[in-house]
């Protein structure tokens, strides 16, 4: 089915891997990953400390630095690569700021300490908007309006020391927004606030990307941050997407091992677990990635197979199994057959099937 070219991706990540060559060796940090985000649409980059999250999203702009390289795949930004051919630097610098825009997670080193916040907003503007004096300061002015600075026309005297850290995060959530991107990578905004202000600074990106129809990429090691706030969601192990789903399927019915350790591991408010179990063991060493399913060692569904090989990301449909189904239920799966956001769930795992059979018959 073809859809309306808004449903058409904006990015596309396709096949990616990056090597860090270090003289310990060359460490995998993302294997052949791959995801796409539409228009609008709000994704979630989800996985532990290490797992590749930052340097797939550095890929996107062109900030995979030596001993970094990317070594394989391509992204692509509206059908243009951001990696491959001639014209590459100049696409980069054209679409960074302006059409992708970025938030890291500690406010305080990407702000400059010397100058007021009203300035360096100034200053993005100018540049890349090449807007007047006058006209960069009135706007300025609006955009922390927009992220929910009050009285901000008396905020942009000051400097960055003379704010607090989630104010201060709402000020890079302006600057990013400065050039109307079309897509807002925000990687970890609300790691280093405490839980409160996280869930504000949360709950204005949720805001600006239903009111400016802005696409997200959010990443984060905790899945409890996305929930709420994600369309969907891509859990990453080892370099590689293990689980890219729905956020609602993915919650309700995690199918890959890792999410579901991810998700018995987060606390959550609209459930209550009985308790908080933690993943046993590490990751395993990027130098020499085993030749089977990353997660063996850890996974308490290991089978012979998945020491042996690696599974690939899968079509993965959570319809009723043949015999179980009511009729009723069968129609309604036919329904969300041709529903992209309800059948787009890949699954990383030789027994997601078999795992699944048996939680309906459980
Ligand atoms: N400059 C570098 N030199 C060598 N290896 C690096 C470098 N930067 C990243 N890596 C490797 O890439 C892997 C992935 O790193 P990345 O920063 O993307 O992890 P992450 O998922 O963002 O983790 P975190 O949640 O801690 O931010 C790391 O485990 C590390 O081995
Ligand atoms: S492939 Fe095997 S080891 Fe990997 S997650 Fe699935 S069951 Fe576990
Ligand atoms: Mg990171």
């Not at 994704?43 to 890929?59: D, F, I, M, Y």
């Not at 008396?154 to 400065?178: H, N, T």
């Not at 990443?219 to 929930?227: K, M, N, Q, R």
């Amino acid at each position: 089915m073809i859809g309306p070219p808004d449903d058409a991706p904006v990015l596309e990540v396709d096949h990616l891997q990056i090597d860090f060559v270090t003289r310990r060796g060359t460490v995998h940090a993302v294997r052949d990953v791959s995801f796409t985000i539409a228009h609008g649409e709000t994704v979630g980059l989800v996985g532990e400390s290490g797992s590749g999250k930052s340097v797939t999203a550095q890929a996107l702009l062109g900030m995979i630095e030596l001993p970094g390289k990317i070594v394989g795949g391509d992204v692509r930004w509206k059908g243009e690569s951001l990696v491959h051919g001639p014209g590459v630097r100049r696409t980069i610098e054209r679409v960074r700021g302006a059409e992708i825009a970025m938030v890291f997670q500690d406010p305080m080193t990407s702000l400059d300490p010397v100058f007021t916040i009203g300035s360096q907003i100034v200053e993005v503007l100018r540049r890349h908007r090449r807007l007047g004096r006058k006209a960069a300061k009135a706007r300025a002015v609006e955009l922390l309006d927009l992220v929910g600075i009050a009285n901000p026309a008396a905020r942009i005297k000051q400097y960055p020391f003379e704010m607090s850290g989630g104010m201060r995060q709402r000020v890079l959530i302006a600057m990013a927004l400065a050039c109307e991107p079309a897509l807002l990578v925000a990687d970890e905004p609300t790691t280093a606030l405490d839980v409160t202000i996280q869930a504000q600074i949360l709950e204005l990106i949720a805001e600006l990307q239903r009111e400016l129809q802005l696409a997200v990429l959010l990443i984060t090691h905790d899945l409890g941050v996305v929930a709420g706030v994600c369309d969907r969601v891509a859990v990453m192990y080892a370099g590689k997407i293990v689980e890219d789903a729905p956020a609602a399927d993915l919650y309700a019915e995690p199918a890959h091992p890792y999410t579901a350790g991810l998700l018995g591991s987060t606390p959550r408010l609209d459930i209550v677990l009985d308790r908080l179990v933690a993943i046993e063991g590490a990751p395993p060493d990027l130098r020499l990635p085993p030749p089977g399913c990353a997660y063996a060692t850890r996974c308490p569904h290991a089978v012979e197979r998945c020491e042996a090989e690696q599974p690939s990301l899968e079509r993965f449909v959570a319809l009723p199994l043949a015999g179980e189904a009511s009729e009723e239920d069968a129609v309604l799966a036919e329904d969300e057959l041709d529903d992209p956001a309800r059948t787009g769930r890949t699954v990383a795992c030789f027994r997601a099937d078999d795992l699944r059979r048996q939680r309906v018959s459980a």
